[in-house]
């Protein structure tokens, strides 16, 4: 449990920004990693045994494909990550875009797990015939779709006017930086205030207080002469704050 009770609140984080199902995530995760124990979860940080590089870095593994549902072994190359979170993000970008096929839309928004596993596989992303029913059994086994937002819902087409016309949403990449954006964004990087990574992502209460705090800290600093004042300013500070709390 502790690999699941580790990537889930990344795996939530996807399902809100991305729309996809937090358990299919999670249960991929477990599945393509050995519970994170695989060599490529351990070494490359690469937990859904996505193919290819990740900013130049990349690793020759051996691996199972299947051909004509025949496993055979065959060396590949595999993305290599800084983080979990990078893995997973890239998976959610994957599905994102897709291609020129749209072979992964269907994705994008369901909310039943089984359907989604199904998609999975419909949509080539693995050559493992049973792989989506590995993934449902350990969605089921695993008690996942715990984890899953209701928000979804929202984001379906009602079954009932599926005939109707539904306008197209363009969903934003958030790793892009709006036009509009671009200078302050490159300004609060630069100054420590942002990581650098998804700019067009919703902050959390958790990233702003980080933002509020490195903004405090740099604002002591800035006008203290020394030790002493760094004191006296943080003193004054936290009376300010308190009888902010009090009114």
């Known amino acids: 449990m502790s690999f699941i009770n580790e990537i889930t609140p990344y795996a939530q984080r996807i399902q809100k920004d991305y729309g996809i199902l937090a358990s299919l995530i999670i249960a ?3 599945l393509e990693s050995n519970w994170g124990r695989s060599t490529l979860a351990v070494k490359c940080k690469n ?34 990550y800084p983080t979990w979170f990078e893995s997973m993000v890239d998976l959610a970008n994957l599905y994102n875009t897709g291609d020129s096929r749209g072979r992964y839309k ?20 693995a050559t493992d015939p049973n792989y989506a029913k590995k993934i449902i059994e350990i969605i089921e086994s695993n008690e996942l779709t715990k984890y899953d937002s209701t928000e ?48 067009g992502a919703n902050l959390t209460r958790e990233e702003s207080a980080i933002v509020v705090n490195r903004l405090r800290n740099n ?20 009376e300010i704050e308190k009888q902010n709390r009090l009114a």
């Open 106 to 125: 269907k994705i994008i928004g369901e909310t039943d797990y089984k359907k989604a596993a199904q998609e999975v596989k419909n949509s080539g992303y």
């Open 28 to 30: 991929q995760a477990i």
């Open 219 to 238: 604002f002591l600093k800035l006008i203290a002469q020394n030790k002493e004042d760094i004191q006296r300013l943080e003193t004054r500070l936290q």
């Open 152 to 199: 979804l819902s929202s984001i379906r087409v009602d079954s009932k006017n599926v005939n109707k016309e539904v306008p197209i949403v363009n969903v934003r990449d958030i790793n892009k930086v709006s036009t509009w954006a671009e200078k302050d964004w490159k300004e609060a990087t630069s100054n420590g205030y942002y990581d650098g990574t998804r700019p």
């Open 47 to 80: 937990i859904f045994g996505i193919k290819g590089e990740y900013k130049g870095q990349s690793i020759i593994l051996e691996t199972t494909e299947y051909v004509n549902g025949k496993p055979i072994k065959v060396d590949k190359a595999f993305r290599k």
